[in-house]
């Protein structure tokens, strides 16, 4: 069972940088999704970004253009850059990896975009 660790959550103001990362217990094929999904009170948890090998990255359109997410197979680690942060971005962001129709979660990271 793969196990996903993530980090760099926190506060900034309106305008601000965070980069998440994720890393997995064991080594992903490149070829297997890797994600984060975030959710915000009382709604329900919407994909951010994807990435997998051959295909260009998925984005959820608010965030296009001001994320940027990446991945070090030899680290096992998938990254989210987020840039010119908005106080709608505050969400508990979640890493995601889907293998063979099974979803594997993070525990979350709180991210909190006020002034």
């Known amino acids: 069972q793969v196990q996903l660790v993530e980090s760099g959550g926190g506060w900034v103001p309106p305008g601000g940088s965070l980069t998440l990362s994720c890393t997995a217990s064991?080594?992903?094929?490149?070829?297997?999704?890797m994600g984060w999904y975030r959710q915000a009170p009382g709604k329900q948890r919407e994909l951010v970004a994807r990435?997998?090998?051959?295909?260009?990255?998925d984005y959820k359109d608010s965030v296009m253009g001001r994320f940027t997410i990446s991945r070090d197979n030899a680290k096992r680690t998938v990254y989210l850059q987020m840039n010119r942060l908005k106080p709608e971005d505050t969400a508990v962001y979640y890493c995601?990896?889907?293998?063979?129709?099974?979803?594997?979660w993070g525990q979350g990271t709180q991210v909190t975009v006020s002034s």
């Open positions: 990435i997998r090998s051959g295909r260009d990255p």
């Open positions: 064991e080594t992903i094929f490149s070829s297997i999704p």
């Open positions: 995601n990896v889907r293998d063979s129709g099974i979803n594997y």
